[in-house]
Structure formats: C-alpha cells, structure tokens
C-alpha cells in the first residue's frame, strides 16, 4: 500500500480552485493525485487533455507517441512550440508538463502502441485517452482497454467536427459496438487532404480530460453509452444514444475477437491488431 | 412516409432501405459510417435489405480519427464526407435532441 497523502500547503492553495468543487474536495484531490491517466496520441487531441490533466494534479501522467513534432503539427497541438520541431512529442511534451506542475510525474513512451506492447503498458494506468490518429490504433486502444479493463475515452476530429465517447469495457457500450471494424485499407483518405481545425481538436481534447477527472473522482454522469457528436461551424452539440450491441464482436455474448494478436504487430499497418478466434471461453479473461 | 435522420425530420418515399438512404442524403464514403436505426446498430451487410418505415429514427455515426498523427499502425486518419445539413436543419436538430 502507498504512505497516506498528505496535500501541502501549496498543493492546497494549487488546486484550492477545485478543491472547491462538489463532489471534489480534499478527498478527490487526493485521489487524483494517486491516480494514473495514459495519454494515447500527444497530438491534437491528446496535448491539450495532457495540459489539463497536469494542471488539475493527475498524479502520473503516460505519454505515448513515436512521432516527432512538425511545423504542421503546431496549429492545433498546443504542447509543442516552434523551437520544439524535430523533437520527439513525448520529450517536448513531458518538459512543458513539469514546468506546469511538478506534482505530477511525467512517463514517456516514444513508441507506437502496439498489440505487443499495448497490456504491459496499459496495466499501470487507471483511464487511457485515445488521442490517436488512425483507425488502427483506435481499434487497438479499444481492444486491449477491453481486455486489460482499463476504461478509456474515446475522441475523432474531422474539419469543424467531432465526436467522444466514455467506455467501461463490459459495462457500458464500447467502440466496436458502434463501430465494428476498420474501414477497408485504401479507402481512407490521409488527415492532410480532409483537415481539421485546432480549437476543434483542443475542445474534444479537453472533454476528454473531463471525462477522465470525473471517472478517476467518480463524479457527475460519463459519456457512457452516448456519443457525443458536436458541430463547431454551426456550434451545435447533440448526444446520440447507443447502447451494447449484443453483436458486437469485442464486448457481444459472442465475441470473434478474442485476444490481442500479437503475432501481427511486426505488420506495418497494424489493422489486424485483434484477431477472430470464436472462442467463448477466452473472453472476459482481464 | 416521414423519419427522423441524425434528428432531423424528412420526408422519404417508402420501401426505401437504408442503403438507398444513404444515397439519397448523399453520404459519399458509406464505408466509414455507422447506421443506428432506432437506437439499434446496423451491420454493413444489412443495409441493402432492411426497409425504413414511417416513424423511424436513423443516425449516420461517422468514423472520425484526427488526433495525433501515425501514433500506430498507417491505416490514415478516419475522414468520412457527406454533403453537410442546411443550418436550420441542423439548429432544429438541437432544440429535438435536448
Ligand atoms: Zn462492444
């Protein structure tokens, strides 16, 4: 078990703001201090979820990203500066966030989430954010959350769009129950061509920091078993109910994907990164 | 016959299924989106042959990615194109959902 904590002087004058809070108070403070947030994607999404996540006192905070920043990265990733292009996201990232708050411990993996990778990486976290860009790694973000029951928060960004959803794998509706499976290959077109905007992608960043703060204090209502579906051109929000698919192939009574397979993580697009094994008595095995 | 899509109510002629729905509203990547209809998820291989009826309340849920760039895999990000809703339509939509 770890020491009792005890919140400084300091802590409390940082985060006297919250700990105002309903529902927050000394108590949630604490909790959110003890807890650990993996952040999928210091991107668009996940640069600005990192900055509140940081600010609000999330004990430890996992970074994950392979990539190195690009000047066209800057227009919406607001973690990283000019003088950071070249630099890996993980290590311009982790800097900015201890300055910010040094209560906070930062981990850095400069790697790519993998099937092979993703339980030992996802085990030591309580909530992951999915901040990532291709369907091969939202499909895999959600498959290893399923198997490793690690509850997570899903964002898409498109244009003036987007879109989030809060999942309890085995509780409340998942991806794959919405969504199936990844489009065929070939039939997507790259970010480049379709564009998004950066407050677009800060404003579903930073719902996904709410929704992980109220899971890890356990407050007020999720994005469970709703999408939350959002028009920033016309400035319109709207949830769209969903519910568990009871054909859902990862979290149905009939899963087809069964495991993570790690097998094919050496393939370079990654979409086969569960595989379809029907067999029952494999699932619910985290 | 009158149903509901993405909250929105309009009028369809009937006996149409949800594939021809796509292509009346002009969902150009059909591919890269998801069908509830009355809060029940579609698979892809049903739309050809489930018919709408009157009253009827459908959502196109679109695939989006759009976060970082080539975190794993290549597959791309999620883009999914349609032609977009006039602004009353979709205002009207608003004050329907809440
Ligand atoms: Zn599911």
């Known amino acids: ?286 | 016959m009158q149903i509901q899509i993405n909250g929105i109510v309009k009028e369809k002629p009937d006996g149409l299924t949800v594939q021809d729905l796509l292509e009346s509203e002009e969902v150009e990547r059909p591919e890269m989106v998801s069908v509830e209809l009355n809060d029940h998820i579609l698979f892809r291989i049903e739309f050809r042959e489930r018919k709408l009826q009157e009253g009827d309340r459908v959502e196109f849920i679109y695939l989006m990615g759009g976060g970082a760039d080539r975190t794993a895999g290549d597959l791309g990000s999620a883009v999914a194109l349609r032609r977009r809703p006039e602004s009353k339509e979709w205002h009207d939509a608003e004050e329907a959902s809440f």
């Open chain 1, 1 to 286: 078990m770890t020491a009792p904590l005890v919140l400084s002087n300091e802590m409390i004058e940082r985060y006297s703001r919250q700990i105002l809070l309903p529902g927050i108070g000394g108590a949630g403070q604490k909790k959110l201090l003890r807890s650990r947030v993996l952040v999928v994607g210091v991107g668009g999404l996940g640069a600005p979820a990192a900055l509140y996540l940081a600010a609000a006192g999330v004990g430890t905070l996992g970074l994950m990203d392979a990539d190195e920043v690009d000047l066209s990265n800057l227009q919406r990733q607001v973690l990283h500066f000019t003088p950071d292009v070249g630099r890996p996201k993980v290590e311009s990232a982790a800097e900015k966030l201890r300055e910010l708050n040094p209560d906070v411990q930062v981990v850095t993996y400069p790697d790519r989430l993998r099937p092979d990778n993703a339980a030992g990486i996802l085990e030591g976290y309580d909530f992951v954010l999915d901040g990532t860009d291709s369907f091969a790694s939202k499909f895999l973000i959600a498959d290893a959350c399923h198997f490793g029951g690690k509850p997570y928060c899903h964002a898409g960004i498109l244009r003036f769009e987007g879109q989030a959803l809060t999942v309890f794998p085995g509780e409340t509706a998942c991806y794959r129950c919405v969504f199936h499976e990844p489009p065929p290959v070939g039939a997507v077109p790259t970010c480049s061509e379709a564009g998004v905007l950066g407050a677009v992608a800060g404003l579903l960043g930073v719902i996904q920091a709410a929704e992980a703060l109220k899971a890890l204090i356990g407050a007020g209502d999720l994005l469970t078993n709703r999408l939350l579906v959002c028009d920033v051109l016309r400035m319109g929000f709207r949830t769209v109910r969903v519910r568990r698919n009871p054909r859902c192939p990862l979290c149905g009574p009939e899963p087809t994907i069964t495991h993570l397979d790690t097998a094919e993580a050496g393939r370079p697009n990654g979409a086969a990164c569960a595989v379809g094994a029907a067999k029952r008595d494999v699932h619910g095995l985290a």
